[in-house]
């Protein structure tokens, strides 16, 4: 059974920094794509970043682009999100997501698993 479990998440001031873990278990993921999405109150599951796990590729949303950074661990089964330069609006529930590739790297309805989810607020 996969099982996708998210860590890291917790209030942090504007211009901090966190960093979000994701241990992934239950299958091999080489043929995935792994992925963090964020649903803020009221607005649509938001795509974030993303990474192949066969060969490392990364893929940013544009607003995050040189605050965030996504990065895989092979022996461990994880991948991380480190964050930034935190902004207000980066406030959200943050989900890991795996994808069995071939995937539409921003569309959630293209990943078979995700996880439970984790905090993050920015205050100002």
């Known amino acids: 059974q996969v099982q996708l479990v998210e860590s890291g998440g917790r209030l942090v001031q504007a211009g ?13 993921f080489s043929s995935y794509i792994m992925a963090w999405f ?20 990364t893929y940013y949303l544009g607003s995050v682009q040189g605050r965030f950074t996504i990065s895989r661990d092979n022996a461990n089964n994880a ?36 996880g439970q989810g984790t905090q993050v607020t920015v205050s100002s």
């Open 38 to 57: 964020r649903q803020a109150p009221g607005k649509e599951r938001e795509f974030v970043a993303a990474i192949r796990w066969s060969d490392g590729n």
């Open 16 to 28: 901090g920094s966190l960093r979000l873990s994701c241990a992934a278990s239950g299958r091999t």
């Open 79 to 114: 991948v991380y999100l480190q964050m930034n330069s935190l902004k207000p609006e980066d406030t959200a529930v943050y989900y890991c997501a795996a994808g069995r590739t071939p995937v539409t790297i921003a569309r959630a309805a293209s990943y078979n698993y995700w």
